[in-house]
């Protein structure tokens, strides 16, 4: 099947934990980044963006580190709670394409209580 | 209201039938997007419209053929589908085209192609 052999990466957590949720982009000419939480049967829902002129921009129980120089992007959530279970995906929006948002490849996070 | 609506939520459908996709929001933003997600992948955008034009197809196969009839609804119609265009089709509107517009997704139409 088309599925065959692939997966998301899977990051399991205790609850009360903090998680850091890590991401490479392509574009070095991407200027703007957001991370999207999806739960399941639901769509993404943005949760923090970055610009591409900081390196670090910090939202509730959320903070977004951007590393420009290797193109890495992460999040890090503080207490993770068991509502934390999700699939997150970073993505990126270079300049000067209307606005198109590209997402990496998601990372499945898992808390146990 | 910051909420996108879809209908239907699943769609089972033959790859002789023609069937539509729907998508609305009442937020006052004038630009929506379709996309396209498979099991266990990112989402990929298939088209962008602003103010109601088409202003992004990403060479998605003619047999999706989106519609904006108003600055509230987007829909997209199907026609010949094959299995493999079996996925979850997620509906996003922003404030307006451009990058620091937050996009906010519906919960998307589950198809599968038979």
């Known amino acids: 099947g088309e599925n065959v052999g692939l997966h998301l990466p899977t990051l399991s957590v205790q609850e009360g934990d903090n998680s850091i949720i890590n991401c490479a982009y392509s574009?070095?000419?991407?200027?703007?980044f957001i991370w999207y939480k999806q739960e399941s049967g639901k769509g993404p829902q943005f949760i923090i963006d970055?610009?591409?002129?900081?390196d670090k921009r910090q939202g509730q129980r959320v903070t977004v580190l951007l590393n420009k120089t290797v193109k890495h992007l992460s999040l890090q959530i503080a207490a993770t709670q068991p509502g934390d279970s999700a699939v997150y995906f970073c993505a990126e929006i270079p300049y000067n394409q209307g606005g198109k948002l590209i997402f990496g490849q998601g990372t499945e996070l898992s808390v146990k209580p | 209201d910051t909420e996108v609506t879809q209908t239907p939520k699943h769609l089972v459908m033959g790859m002789t039938n023609k069937k539509s996709l729907k998508c609305e929001q009442h937020m006052g933003h004038r630009a929506m997007y379709w996309y396209k997600q498979k099991a266990k992948k990112p989402p990929e955008l298939m088209f962008v419209y602003s103010y109601e034009k088409l202003s992004i197809n990403e060479s998605v196969p003619s047999r999706f053929s989106p519609e904006c009839p108003n600055s509230s609804l987007l829909n997209l119609h199907l026609h010949a589908l094959q299995p493999e265009d079996s996925a979850l089709y997620l509906c996003?509107?922003?404030?307006?085209?451009?990058?620091?517009?937050?996009?906010?997704f519906g919960p998307g139409t589950r198809l599968t192609v038979t």
């Open positions: 574009n070095s000419a991407s200027d703007y």
């Open positions: 970055i610009r591409s002129n900081m």
């Open positions: 996003a509107s922003s404030q307006a085209q451009g990058a620091t517009y937050e996009q906010y």
